[in-house]
């Protein structure tokens, strides 16, 4: 990698800004009565549940190991759901919190246990336990929403705060927040880059590359619940399908926010931003009354070209060092010049 | 390792497909009758056709998630042919067509691109999805001419051309990969595409042409479909491709590539659609049938893995 970690997620956070800056205009000019703070606010409210699952699915797949969680939308319908079920048979209001919390700790470590300790490929365990989750979720409910939401949980979901919406406050800040620390600021954080960049090394210096890769998918699966008890919260019901086309928008989100898909490269402000422009996107969309189907080709669309730019920056580096390694010598800057002398 | 001797996992299917049979055929009167049989065998025909092209892909080390979804895209041409008049045969013929076009975009993405082929695929089933919307309009398309109907469910020897048409497609694959070099290019690329390269093998030109054979396979699966249902749904193929990729890893095909099982494959798909039709006729909700997939899945996978971790636990019987 030719760039620095740090000029690569500044590079990507000017190109996310930039995107923005066009759908928020595009929007201004199409329909102008759009850009309002109920708008914002609205914005802010569907970012919830896709930035809680874009980080941890950006948590797998930093760690490296050809990480991917495929079954972060199964995991948000499941915990919704057997948060509600839970209710049914007995389990105190008060409770539901814990219930879907703990349900997608649960279903997360599931997925570890089959990745770091059995050592079945990622893609192939996230794949079977997508349809596993989502499938229960439609199978337990027989696919119909389950009512019956505390209403005092309802004002914590669906309230804001100087037009915050509550959830964004107590939750998605505080977790980015508290992701960004550990992952900048302590050896743990380091851990997971470092297993991104060369497992090998990793295992070698002593890193206990199999149980924090079990821990990050139990991550995953806790910041899923998180976001089944958001939906909950927030839409008063719990549905069994509330999940669908997640994993399409998480891992867009993490690639667009500048994860490397291999791992080991990739920043937390990066995929909030990502996020925010995706349902800015999405919020534009339907104030423009595009279609919903629309959005999920544009998002495809979106995901491929950030890889194939990815790629092209990448080969424009490469040209750029060979044309100045080419150069003569007065004219040559920066470290080749330096590790010369 | 022989392409065709049965090894261990086929033989555990086969073991798994009778015992199914049997169960079922105890539990429900519906079951094994020549008709369901006829009817399990006419559901698995997408599935298998997707199915080899996936298993192709795996052994490759590569994948694609948006065949299901390019192979509802090619039914709605195949579709418009036959509304638009066109000769059955000819009709019939425009699937693989497409479905190869189709096959070589997603192709020059992955490989041109060099992009992980899971997130490019899955980028591209998004683009397929919003592709069959727009081609339809919202409107499904039904009520499509019978012609080709007719043609498939011909009898040539007693026996469906349907039947006919995917024996040749097996041979045909099965040839490829024993009898011509493209089968260990295929594997090679499959182990190490670094060293397949350096080992003077044509890298991308082996991997283009199995994106365009799994789109064609696709296609041809999008002919078949549209000949059994005459319409085209928005919904169409998209989950076949996640199914196909559960069926060929069931079968044995190792997604880290370089091995490959084509009767696994045909008994991974046969035994999902057992299951399945089992099942419903047992009187359990179809909405069941993903976390039975799933949990299939997730269980030969695990249980797979820990027999590996504990390799004396099965030595005895597994004879290597």
Redesign the interface.
């Known amino acids: 990698m030719s760039r620095s970690s740090a000029q690569g997620s500044a590079v990507v956070l000017t190109g996310l800004v930039l995107l923005w800056i066009v759908v928020v205009g595009g929007l201004a000019i199409l329909n102008p009565s759009a850009i309002s703070t109920a708008t914002v606010a609205s914005i802010l409210q569907f970012s919830t549940i896709l930035a809680l699952v874009s980080l941890g699915q950006m948590l797998v797949i930093l760690a490296g190991g050809a990480g991917?969680d495929l079954s972060v939308g199964g995991i948000v319908s499941l915990s919704a759901v057997l948060g509600m079920l839970g209710l049914k048979a007995g389990i105190p209001a008060p409770m539901l919190p814990a219930v879907c919390l703990a349900a997608g700790l649960l279903l997360g470590l599931f997925n570890g246990l089959?990745i770091a300790r059995?050592?079945?490929?990622p893609?192939?365990?996230t794949?079977?336990?997508?349809?596993?989750?989502?499938?229960?979720a439609?199978?337990l409910t027989?696919?119909a929403a389950q009512s019956g939401v505390p209403a005092w949980l309802l004002p914590w979901g669906r309230g804001a705060l100087l037009g915050i919406p509550l959830p964004v406050l107590t939750i998605v800040v505080p977790v980015f927040l508290a992701a960004g620390i550990v992952l900048s600021a302590t050896a743990w954080g380091r851990w997971i880059y470092a297993m991104g960049c060369n497992e090998r090394s990793a295992r070698l210096v002593g890193i206990p590359v199999d149980r924090t890769r079990m821990i990050l998918y139990g991550l995953s699966g806790l910041l899923a619940g998180a976001g089944g008890l958001v939906s909950l919260a927030w839409l008063g019901s719990g549905r069994p399908n509330i999940g669908q086309n997640l994993?399409?928008e998480s891992?867009?989100a993490a690639?667009l926010g500048g994860v490397a898909?291999?791992g080991g490269r990739g920043r937390v402000g990066g995929v909030l931003a990502a996020v925010l422009l995706l349902v800015t996107l999405r919020t534009a969309l339907l104030q423009l009354n595009v279609?919903t189907?629309?959005q999920?080709?544009?998002?495809?669309?979106?995901?491929?070209l950030v890889?194939?730019s990815d790629?092209l920056t990448e080969r424009g580096d490469d040209l750029w060092r060979r044309l100045r390694a080419s150069l003569p010598n007065g004219w040559r800057r920066g470290p080749i010049e330096l590790s010369r002398r | 390792m022989g392409l065709l001797a049965p090894t261990r996992r086929e033989l555990i299917l086969l073991a798994a497909g009778a015992a199914s049979i049997l169960v079922f055929s105890a539990v429900s009167p519906y079951f094994g009758t020549v008709d369901n049989a006829a009817a399990i065998l006419r559901n698995s025909v997408e599935l298998l056709l997707i199915g080899l092209g996936i298993t192709l892909l795996l052994a490759m080390g590569s994948i694609d998630v948006s065949v299901g979804v390019a192979m509802g895209l090619v039914a709605i041409v195949v579709g418009k042919c036959l509304e638009g008049g066109l000769d059955p045969a000819l009709a019939a013929l425009a699937g693989p067509l497409a479905g190869a076009a189709l096959g070589l975009l997603t192709g020059a993405v992955v490989i041109l691109g060099s992009i992980p082929a899971i997130v490019g695929t899955l980028g591209l089933f998004g683009i397929y999805r919003t592709a069959i919307f727009a081609a339809l309009g919202g409107q499904w398309l039904s009520g499509l001419p019978t012609g080709l109907t007719e043609l498939l469910s011909a009898r040539v020897m007693g026996i469906p051309v349907t039947f006919h048409v995917i024996a040749a497609v097996y041979l045909a694959v099965w040839v490829a990969l024993r009898h011509t070099p493209y089968g260990p290019h295929l594997l090679a690329i499959g182990n190490s595409a670094e060293k397949a390269k350096l080992s003077g093998i044509r890298v991308s030109a082996v991997q283009f042409a199995t994106f365009v054979v799994s789109g064609a396979l696709a296609g041809l699966a999008a002919t078949f479909y549209v000949a059994t249902y005459r319409n085209v749904e928005m919904t169409t193929g998209g989950s076949l491709a996640l199914d196909a990729i559960a069926a060929v890893v069931l079968g044995g095909t190792s997604v880290l590539g370089g091995t490959c099982s084509l009767l696994g494959t045909v008994l991974g798909v046969l035994v999902l659609r057992i299951l399945q039709n089992g099942l419903l006729l047992s009187g359990v909700p179809s909405l069941w049938q993903t976390v039975v997939t799933g949990g299939l899945l997730v269980g030969v996978l695990a249980i797979e893995a820990i027999a590996a971790r504990r390799p004396r636990l099965l030595a005895a019987g597994a004879g290597r």
């Open positions: 991917i089959l059995l050592h079945i490929l893609l192939i365990a794949l079977g336990t997508l349809f596993a989750y989502s499938g229960l439609l199978a027989g696919g994993e399409l891992l867009t690639m898909i291999f279609n189907l629309w999920v080709g544009i998002v495809g669309a979106l995901l491929v890889l194939l790629r």
